[in-house]
Structure formats: C-alpha cells, structure tokens
C-alpha cells in the first residue's frame, strides 16, 4: 500500500543555517504530494505541494521538488528562521482517491 | 473564509467513559475527514464522508468508534467506551470534493484517558 517515511528528528539548526527534511514514499501510480507544519498548539496547514513529477512547491522560502525516480519529497530551505519551529509531516495522496497519507512528522527546532 | 471548527480543544475523561467531538467544515467543502493523531506520530485517518455519506472507514474502531455527518455539514465523531490508548489528538478537516488542493484542518480536540 501507499506509505510516506521521513527522517526522524528532531533536527536542531541555528538560525539561517540551511534545512533539508528527507521525505521518500510508496506508491502505485502518479500521486500528489504535500508538505504540512504543525505550530504548537494549532492544526496542521498546508506549506506546499506537488501534483505530477519534477514540479517544485514553494511557499515562505520552503521549497521542494517531486522525483518519481528517487520516490522523493524533500523539503529545504536555505536560510531558517526561530519562527519555522514546528513539526513538518510530508503526505501523499494517491492517484484517484482523496484519501492523505502522513509520515510519522519531523520537529525542527531553530535557535537564535 | 471561516476555518474549520472544532469543539471542544481538550477533554479529559476515565476509562470506560463516553465522549463526543464536534466539527463544523468551511461552507461548500463536500469532504469531511477525521483524523487521529497519537503523540509522535503522523495523523490516521479514521473516516471519510462525502456530503453525508461515508466513503472510507476502514481504519475506524467500530466497536467502540462512531460518526455521523447530518445533512452533509457539520460531523460528530464519538468514543464509546474510551479506552488508555484513545488518548490522542483528534483532527477534522475539509476539502472540495476531491481535495486536489489538499486539506484545511482544524486546530483539533487533545483528548486524555486517565
């Protein structure tokens, strides 16, 4: 079945020092991929996605780009801020369903 | 817009008790989802409901594990008799119908069995 694995964390980085989250999956077919944060105490948002292979998502300086060959998703970013403190969790959704499917999540923890 | 609503933000119940969460999806979204978060760990869905319908409970306890979405909007999701391992971040979300654009989540209920 479909299944998303991510690199454990928790990472530690001082600010602006460059971030990279390792995010691979398993999937029949052409799915959609997704990178949510989670700041403390809120819901899940949605930073970026990615809905066919080699598109890159972007959003507040995160980027990532979909590898069918390498079954990839890493997030990055190059220059981290306190403020990114937050679990990330990279997601599929399979071709034809809507159903998302969440790696275990990643905490980041960025120091002045 | 208005997010998605969910109530109560924590609970703290026995073991054995009965408890029930509360959602309110951001107006025209047809799909409804809960979402189980145990501590460290990524979210489970447990049901899916397009309009009122159910499309997906394959991972939802049904023994113990209920939900309902009257009239294709608001959703209840219940927990009949709670059990230790209940205890858990209970998350609903919402999408047009076929959640191409991914999910809008609400902030969730933090429920813990004692």
């Known amino acids: 079945g479909n299944s998303v694995t991510q690199m454990e964390g928790p990472v530690t980085l001082s600010e602006e020092a460059f971030l990279t989250i390792n995010c691979t999956y398993t999937a029949t077919g052409y799915p959609s991929l997704f990178w949510y944060v989670q700041y403390p105490g809120e819901g899940l948002q949605l930073l970026l996605k990615?809905?066919?292979?080699?598109d890159k998502g972007s959003n507040k300086g995160f980027e990532a780009t979909y590898r069918k060959e390498t079954t990839s998703f890493h997030l990055e970013k190059g220059s981290v801020q306190v403020s990114d403190s937050a679990v990330y969790f990279c997601?599929?959704?399979?071709?034809?369903?809507?159903?998302?499917?969440f790696g275990a999540g990643t905490r980041l923890a960025v120091h002045p | 817009e208005a997010g998605v609503a969910q109530s109560p933000r924590y609970k703290i119940i026995e073991k054995r008790q009965s408890v029930a969460f509360w959602c309110n999806p951001i107006s025209g979204h047809a799909t409804l989802y809960w979402y189980q978060q145990i501590l460290g760990q990524g979210p489970k869905l447990l049901i899916q409901f397009q309009n009122n319908g159910v499309v997906d409970d394959s991972q939802l306890p049904k023994d113990r594990f209920s939900a309902e979405r009257l009239k294709g909007v608001d959703s209840t999701l219940k927990i009949q008799p709670a059990k230790l391992e209940d205890s858990a971040v209970y998350l609903c979300?919402?999408?047009?119908?076929?959640?191409?654009?991914?999910?809008?989540f609400g902030s969730g209920t933090r429920l813990t069995v004692v």
């Open positions: 997601a599929l959704r399979g071709q034809g369903y809507n159903k998302l499917i």
């Open positions: 979300a919402s999408s047009r119908l076929r959640g191409a654009d991914g999910y809008t």
């Open positions: 990615a809905t066919k292979a080699d």
